[in-house]
């Protein structure tokens, strides 16, 4: 019958498909109106996206972007201490996660809520998420030590999309200043497992510390952090670095300047009484950082003194006032580095790290001595690598020249290396071979003072380790002296003052100058 009515092969494809195409037609109407149909119930609210939002922008409208009125509830490592904090209704709740029974033969495979040595609690990393991660406040979770990491993060991951407050997790992945103890979550190790996922954490790095004997924070410090992040693919995160409030004397511009080049900010943390705050130590790392930057976990009686005096910057110390008035003005100086050395020039807002000769400050001006000039100022010599011991680095400062397209400046070249070496002289001068050098009184060390006199043309350069603060510029400890009168053939009047670093091993930080 089919054959009678559609007697050619052609007929019959034409009519085959003319049924396909009908079956297709029917199905897509059939999808359509299912998928209006599944559009009309009702849905459950999706999480909250925190991965774009960080602690100040979630309590906005309560912290006024300020980080003085975030309040925390702090080691609340079991059910009651927890349901208190609730009850305070705090912005953030910080808790320590370490395995049940952690380091002995009853050691189980649980995260719980403790610090050591305590080894037991009444509150699982399971339950403690269970009750916090719809609530109203930040949560940090510290990780004591590295073993619980790998299952604590399964737990978390397996919750992340019904977190709907800001989650920090924090660990001391280096060692800090003086004798502070080696770290027991390994830098390494740690950022790894949260460096490809994660993304809606804040991750919180800190140093080991030993708050019954503070000492500052190092540039060594600092840079061992930075090159840290960079190496580990984080830098693009959110960040935030716990410090404690003991070791912030000298430490307030290093702490800074890392912070300048993430998207990070400061906890400020004291975990008891007996740790000594300066509370005008305090004030003046307010007064450094923008408000929304600092975030104060310290104890109450602390808390209502800083609160008191928070913004009197008053109480700032001779000391602080002479920090600010030799920081360094970068706006004064044309910033010079090639593009296949542009690692060797850090540059913080009042601080310049300068390696190699590649990388320079100049003068915006031509400068004179027909009357008198003054140079003082400090620098901290660091090596690039942590295991170098070796290394040689140097500050030079060149004065009756001018710069070359080769990066080989021309004039009176003064230096200081971290050696102790100080040095008088001529470069690419013509008729000239000037040389001369002295021992600044100190084998070795990571930080001198300087001062470069020059009245007419006559030249004295002097240079000591500092007594006391590497960054408070003073007058010098038993300063050594070079001094010189040249002959003006050959030297330029006026001329552009250029600064660099003559070894590419280390870094000179260059963290006080003022001309006058």
Not at 9 to 22: D, P, Q, S, T
Not at 473 to 487: G, N
């Amino acid at each position: 019958m089919f054959s009678k009515r559609y007697p050619t092969m052609k007929h019959r494809i034409a009519v085959y498909f003319r049924k396909c195409n009908l079956k297709i037609a029917l199905s897509l109407v059939v999808i359509f109106f299912l998928y209006k149909w599944m559009n009309k119930l009702p849905r459950m609210p999706d999480a909250p996206v925190v991965s774009e939002v960080d602690a100040m922008d979630f309590f906005e409208n309560k912290l006024k972007g300020d980080g003085l009125n975030f309040t925390w509830a702090h080691a609340t490592n079991s059910l009651e201490q927890l349901h208190n904090a609730q009850k305070a209704k705090v912005y953030g709740i910080e808790a320590d996660v370490v395995f049940k029974n952690e380091g002995t033969s009853h050691q189980e495979q649980l995260p719980i809520m403790a610090h050591p040595p305590k080894l037991r609690s009444d509150l699982t990393l399971q339950m403690f998420l269970h009750e916090t991660i719809l609530g109203e406040s930040l949560i940090k979770l510290d990780f004591k030590t590295l073993l619980s990491v790998g299952l604590s993060l399964q737990i978390i991951n397996e919750v992340a999309d019904n977190i709907k407050v800001p989650v920090w997790l924090n660990a001391d992945i280096l060692q800090g200043p003086g004798d502070a103890p080696p770290p027991s979550t390994p830098a390494s190790s740690f950022i790894n497992k949260l460096s490809s996922g994660f993304h809606f954490c804040t991750i919180s790095l800190g140093w080991t510390t030993n708050t019954r004997h503070p000492v500052p924070y190092t540039w060594s410090n600092v840079y061992e952090m930075y090159t840290t992040i960079m190496s580990t693919g984080i830098s693009k995160r959110k960040l935030t670095f716990p410090v404690a409030a003991a070791m912030l004397k000298n430490s307030i511009i290093q702490l800074k300047w890392l912070c300048e080049h993430f998207d990070s900010t400061l906890t400020v943390w004291q975990s008891s009484e007996d740790d000594h705050v300066d509370i005008s130590e305090l004030v003046y790392l307010r007064s450094k950082f923008p408000k929304d930057k600092i975030y104060y976990d310290l104890m109450p009686i602390t808390m209502e003194k800083f609160r008191h005096v928070a913004n009197n910057f008053d109480m700032l110390t001779q000391a602080h006032r002479t920090r600010e008035e030799y920081s360094v003005d970068t706006t004064k100086w044309v910033l010079k580095v090639s593009n296949l050395h542009s690692s060797d020039l850090k540059v913080g807002e009042d601080v310049v790290w300068l390696s190699g000769p590649e990388a320079q400050l100049k003068s915006f001006r031509r400068v004179t001595t027909s009357k008198h000039m003054l140079i003082r100022g400090a620098v901290s010599f660091i090596a690039k690598n942590f295991a170098e011991q070796s290394y040689k680095s140097s500050l030079q400062i060149f004065v009756f020249g001018e710069d070359h397209l080769d990066n080989h400046p021309s004039g009176i070249r003064c230096s200081i290396d971290n050696s102790g070496r100080m040095i008088i002289a001529s470069d690419h001068v013509e008729g000239s071979s000037l040389y001369l050098d002295k021992d600044a009184g100190v084998s070795r060390s990571s930080c001198y003072h300087f001062e470069l006199r020059i009245s007419g043309y006559t030249v004295e350069f002097s240079a000591s380790a500092p007594k006391f603060d590497c960054n408070v510029m003073q007058e010098l400890h038993r300063p050594q002296s070079i001094k010189t009168e040249l002959d003006s053939k050959g030297l330029l009047d006026p001329f552009y003052l250029i600064m660099r670093n003559g070894r590419s091993e280390g870094y000179a930080i260059l963290e006080q100058l003022k001309i006058t």
